[in-house]
Each structure stands twice: as structure tokens, then as C-alpha cells.
């Protein structure tokens, strides 16, 4: 049985990049944070060189081979802009291990992974501060291979096309933790990467596959660890607190890397889709490209809306010239102008129902427009995880995610204002109106069968809709559906959900 979590929507998958093979592009020049500028103008660089270490210690290094062209400073921050040559030279910043996994200690294997400067490709923390912190705490770790956001399938093509790297990643990371069990959290969407991991797995591994229902955000950290473990995790509190250690699985094969191999993180996985690309795309490039290189590689001539970061919590890219950078795994352009936001609440309620952390969005929505941070306080602002799920299902179309951005972030309100997904959400939403359609011309065949032929197939609708209620109450109650676990048979459980339903 799929596991899942209350809430959430169904928001299409909008998924042709899933059939796209990793492509590689090499642009240009790249342009890279660099912590300090400690470097020159002009100066070689190889690909795999450490540019510099922030105040958090974390290391940035050269994506390409090449020349150092410019030292500047975007939004407060160091970068250096290089200028790829052909020579190719590489560097490996780490110790390649020469031992044993089982040989290798938890400091060795933090060390490795610090030095060759992998940052969350989900987004999040750099990867050794987030595994000093579950060391000794979990006692599960997660691959969060879910990707619920449409339009995205880099996990999807990257668990396909290296589930070794993936799962001898893991087997890394549980070496460092000292923990047994490692589990691949995979949507139901996505059964060939199941398929995948598991002709690498050998029977009694430590790394198992656990297939997730598909719903959006079935990928968000609190989400994924409630519908792997049971475990609940607060506002405010990180995964190790509740015993569990989540990383993207294309973190965990950067981990593989830099173990095995010494390699730095150099590159990323970026799908390109949406309504301005012919044909989309899942490519491979240096960290630091930017989205017009990427743009113009996908062929894009026209674009009125460029997404970084997803249709439903990406942020809109006013600057082609932005770099991507390790987490930037989805780029989405639109052919359309932003849609006009609506104004007004219609009392629906579905923003409450979509609400994965249990809020009033409608509620939270009017205090953070009204800019009162008391109210929005109590109302739970802090418990919001930015999933967009509320503005997805508003029929009035409010911009919920962006006030409640703006309330979280006053210091980047600019970027806030900007729409992060009208336009696609609205695609999303056309693409499923389409759905609805096509039921509506079954109703029309309906009408032209005989009354005796009609109400035969309304009592077939109709009981099928009674089972999937009783499974959905099924899968709610923890019960086994398919039989083979607690309740076996469907009479079972159908007079269990009777009864359930008289007591209320
Ligand atoms: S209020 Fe926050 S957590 Fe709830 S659906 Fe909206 S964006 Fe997601
Ligand atoms: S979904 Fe939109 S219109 Fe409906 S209650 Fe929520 S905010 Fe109001």
C-alpha cells in the first residue's frame, strides 16, 4: 500500500521531461559564489578547485576549467565569474577513500563530504552540518526521491540512470550515522525507479524502497517522514529531533562521489518544461550556468515567464542572467503574462482541506495582506512550508503563498511581490479543466444509453466510488487494503468504515 499523508492535492503531473534522457551542456562561463575573493583577475582555475570558504564553512568550487574574468558582489555576496577553456584540467579536492566503507569513521566521511562542498540538492543545509547533527540522533535515514512538483523529473532521471551512485550514497551516509535502515522514499508515479533500485539492491540490504502516493507535497520533509516513519514533525524543529535524517537523492549521489571518487559538486541535474519550450529537457550542467545559456541550449526564442525552482514554489527569474545553483533543479517558462491575481475570498474552504500542516490559509492570507504579524503569529505563520498548496486550489485565485512569503521574509519582499507561479498554476489548472471536460463528455454519453443501460453504470459509479472511499478510510486507519495485512477482505472493511461513520 502507498504511503501518504493528510492534505495535499492532486495537481497533475505534467510530467513528458520523465521520458528525457540526462543531456550534458557545458556553456560558455559560469558564475560562482566564492565565500571571499581571495582570487585574481586572470588567473587558471581547473574544474574541482576550491575558490573559497564562507562563514559557514562552506566550500565553493570551480564548476569549469578556465580564466578568472571578473570578481563582483551580487545581493551582499563575493562571486567570481570564469570563463571556460578547453584544456579540461581537473581537480579532486578530496582523498579519494582507499579503505573499506567499514574502515571509514563518521569524521572521515563528514571531512570528505565538507570538503568537497555538497550543499542540500533539495535545498536545505550543507550536507555535513545536517549529518553532524543526526549523527547519534536518527535512526532513520530517508532518500527523498518524491519530486511531487510538476513539470520536475531530475530525481526521477537520475535515480533511473545512476541508482548505483544513489544507493551506494546511502550506504555511505549509514556508515557515517551508524544506523541499519536507509529508505527511498519513491512516488507512485515512478515505478521504473523502484524497479531500478531494487535490480541494484540485493536481497536483506539495508536500503529499501518505500513507494509513496502521488500528491503534492508528498516531497516537503515534514511530509515525507510522516508517511515513511508515523513520526510528526513540528513547527520549527529538524528531522533529526524526531530520530530521521532526510537527503534528495541526488545529494546522496554527490556523497557517492566525493567518497569514492574525490570529486567535488560541480555540476547539477536542471529539468527545463513549460509552455515555452517545444520539447523539454532534463540537462546536466555546471553549477553557476545561467538560465539564458540554459534558455537558448533548450531553443526558447520567446518567454514571458521564467520559474526557478517549480510551478507551485518556485520564484519568478527577473534577471536571465542568474545563475542556477546546486538546488536549482527545475526551470519552468511560460508563454504567458502574469494572471491577475483575484481579491476577494468566496469562504470556499479548500485552501483548508489542501493544507498539509492543518492551517486556515484564507485566515493566514488576510492577516499577512494586512500586514498583521500578531495575528499571523497565531494563526501559525511559521508552520507554513511554503508548499503552495492553498493558492493551487483557491478559485478566487489569491495570492496566499506570496503574502505568507512576504510576512516570513520582509526583506525580500520585491522578490515576494513577484508572482512565483500564477501563470503555470494557471496552466495546471486549464490542464486539468481539460480532465473534467473529457468526464463531462462521458455524462454526455450517458444520456444517449437506454434508462435501463443508464442506471446500471450510475450503480457501477456509484460503487466504485463507495470502495474508494472505504479505501481511502483504509489507508487513513493504517489498514491494508490489498489484503495480506490486518484487514483482509473489503466486506471487512467496508462494515469497519460503516460503523466508523454512525459513530462519527
Ligand atoms: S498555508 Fe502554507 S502549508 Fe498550508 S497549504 Fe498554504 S503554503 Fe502550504
Ligand atoms: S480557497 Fe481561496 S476562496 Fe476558498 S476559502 Fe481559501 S482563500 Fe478563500
Known sequence: MALTFKGGVFVGERKRSAKCNIEYFEPKSVLLPCGAHSLSVGQSVACGEALGEDAEGIIWHASVAGTVKELLERNGRPYVRIERDESGSEICPVEPAEKSLSELSPDEIVEKIRLAGIFGLGGGRPTYKKLMAAIGRADRLIINCAESEPYASADHRVLLERPEEVVNGAKILLRALAIRAAYIGIEENKYDCADAVDAVVGPGELV??????????????????????????????????????????????????????????????????????????????????????????????????????????????????????????????????????????????????????????????????????????????????????????????????????????????????????????????????????????????????????????????????????????AEDAGMDVKGGGEAASIKELAGAFEEDEKNG
Open 208 to 473: 529499501r524502497v518505500r513507494m509513496l502516493k502521488t500528491k503534492y507535497p508528498q516531497g516537503s520533509e515534514k511530509m515525507l517522514i510522516h508517511a515513511i516513519t508515523g513520526r510528526e514533525l513540528g513547527a520549527g524543529h529538524s528531522p533529526e529531533e524526531v530520530g530521521c535524517m532526510v537527503v534528495n537523492c541526488r545529494t546522496c549521489a554527490a556523497v557517492f562521489r566525493a567518497v569514492a571518487y574525490g570529486k567535488a559538486l560541480t555540476h547539477t541535474v536542471v529539468t527545463v518544461d513549460g509552455g515555452a519550450v517545444s520539447r523539454a529537457h532534463n540537462i546536466q550542467v555546471p553549477i553557476g550556468t545561467s538560465v539564458e545559456d540554459i534558455l537558448e541550449y533548450c531553443g526558447v526564442k520567446k518567454v514571458d515567464t521564467v520559474v526557478l525552482g517549480g510551478a507551485m514554489t518556485g520564484r519568478r527569474v527577473e534577471d536571465t542572467s542568474t545563475p542556477v545553483i546546486s538546488e536549482s533543479s527545475l526551470l519552468c517558462t511560460s508563454r504567458r503574462q502574469r494572471v491577475r491575481d483575484g481579491d476577494n475570498c468566496v469562504r470556499c474552504g479548500k485552501c483548508v482541506t489542501a493544507c498539509p500542516m492543518n492551517l486556515v490559509p484564507a485566515m493566514l492570507y488576510e492577516a499577512c495582506r494586512r500586514k498583521n504579524a500578531k495575528k499571523a503569529q497565531k494563526l501559525n505563520l511559521q508552520s507554513c512550508i511554503e508548499c503552495g498548496a492553498c493558492a493551487y486550489v483557491c478559485p478566487a485565485r489569491l495570492p496566499i503563498l506570496e503574502a505568507v512569503r512576504s510576512m516570513k521574509e520582509p526583506a525580500s519582499e520585491t522578490a515576494c511581490a513577484n508572482a512565483p507561479q500564477t501563470e503555470l498554476v494557471a496552466e495546471l489548472v486549464e490542464a486539468q479543466t481539460d480532465e473534467k471536460k473529457d468526464g463531462a463528455q462521458e455524462k454526455d454519453k450517458m444520456t444517449r444509453l437506454s434508462p435501463k443501460e443508464q442506471k446500471k453504470k450510475r450503480a457501477d459509479t456509484e460503487y466504485a466510488g463507495v470502495l474508494s472511499a472505504v479505501d481511502q478510510w
